[in-house]
């Protein structure tokens, strides 16, 4: 019976991979499921093997184990299949102006070797002084001696939590290929609200500029990249500054419409969007509701937009997967370059592990845009 109710347990955790977490507690399984879906797999495989020699309901046992070692193999299967599609898809929207690397967007072995990169170490750099707040960059330099890109990295956490040592691993890889990287931290909610954020950055840009010298950065070539609240604060800058400076946008997870994401029916087990909402925005759509129009990204493409690189999955407990939806609508009528990297098994958060299914993905996916977008 033990036997039994371990399989049962195996499998109905094994559904976090197909569908949206029910809690905040499990949004956070589910990132361990798909991100490190070896892990589960190994242990059903294991299980499955000591319960050849169960005495009772070793049929059904077996069968239920099965069927998670089937559903926990589904990101490793999947991310085969859209790395080779995201490979064809993207050498037609945007085409490396250098040879493309022969390496596969997904590897199995990458998820136990790893990448294989040099750790930069940042150097932080004070951007901003105020009388009880100061905000720093952490600037990851590449070691290419001509002027390079910069790629601008604006964290994630509701708009009122984060920093800029969120997520390091994709610094790293990208000043090891050849970008300088700035992971910014701006003011946070409920203390500061919108466009406070939006201001930081536009500060960063300037700051950034203005010692291009000693950091020997390339000025015309910016890059602004986002996750969850830090890809709301990336595309409104990205499409609201009007900067020719700006090169590209990429945005993880982000809620691009705020106004249109307020209305729906969301899961306060997982995420309380009314309240981050209200903290970041000064109050509820019924009561500011200017605020939320100017807030959302989706409202200010225009054929002029920022090339434009969206990453999410269908199964975002947190952020809606429709809001990167309604902003390629809006990317498709004004025929703004873009490529939505939609990984079907993935959650908020996907990228949390480089070496898994969704940060492999995803770091091709950035390394093919920055190519295009910066040379």
Not at 29 to 42: G, H, K, M, S
Not at 99 to 121: D, Q, V
Request: proline content about 6%.
């Amino acid at each position: 019976m033990a036997r039994l109710i371990i399989a049962i347990v195996l499998c109905l955790v094994s559904l976090l991979v197909v569908f949206k977490a029910p809690t905040n507690f499990f949004w956070r399984v589910a990132v361990a499921v798909t991100e490190f879906p070896y892990i589960p797999l190994l242990v059903c495989l294991i299980f499955f093997t000591w319960c050849l020699k169960a005495q009772h309901y070793k049929l059904f046992t077996l069968s239920i184990t099965a069927i998670a070692i089937i559903i926990y193999s589904l990101p490793i299967i999947m991310a085969y299949h859209r790395g080779n599609k995201a490979q064809l898809e993207m050498s037609t929207v945007f085409p490396a102006p250098t040879k493309r690397e022969s390496k596969a967007p997904f590897s199995f072995w990458t998820m136990f070797t790893g990448i294989g990169i040099k750790e930069i170490r940042p150097e932080v750099l004070l951007y901003k002084k105020m009388p009880n707040l100061n905000l720093n960059i952490d600037f990851y330099r590449t070691s290419i001696k001509e002027k390079a890109p910069c790629v601008i990295i604006i964290h994630g956490g509701s708009w009122r939590e984060g920093d800029s040592k969120q997520l390091p691993d994709l610094n790293s890889i990208l000043a090891n290929k050849g970008y300088h990287v700035a992971a910014m931290n701006y003011r946070l909610a409920p203390k500061y609200k919108f466009p406070a954020p939006l201001e930081d950055t536009k500060e960063v840009i300037s700051y950034l500029t203005q010692h291009a010298s000693e950091l020997n950065i390339d000025t015309s070539n910016f890059v602004l990249l986002g996750r969850s609240a830090g890809g709301q604060i990336a595309l409104l800058a990205a499409y609201t500054f009007k900067d020719s400076r700006i090169k590209g946008v990429i945005s993880f997870y982000a809620p691009a419409d705020m106004a249109w994401g307020a209305t729906i029916k969301s899961n306060k087990l997982v995420l309380d969007v009314d309240n981050v909402y209200k903290d970041y925005l000064g109050g509820l759509i019924a009561d500011v509701p200017e605020i939320y129009e100017q807030s959302t990204a989706r409202n200010f493409v225009d054929k002029n937009s920022t090339p434009t690189l969206l990453i999410h999955g269908p199964s975002d407990a947190l952020v809606s997967y429709y809001h990167s939806e309604r902003l390629e609508e809006e990317l498709v009528k004004n025929k703004v370059p873009y490529y939505f990297l939609d990984l079907p098994w993935a959650t908020h958060g996907c990228d949390y592990n480089i070496n898994g299914p969704s940060g492999q993905l995803s770091t091709y996916a950035i390394e093919q845009f920055l190519k295009t977008v910066t040379q």
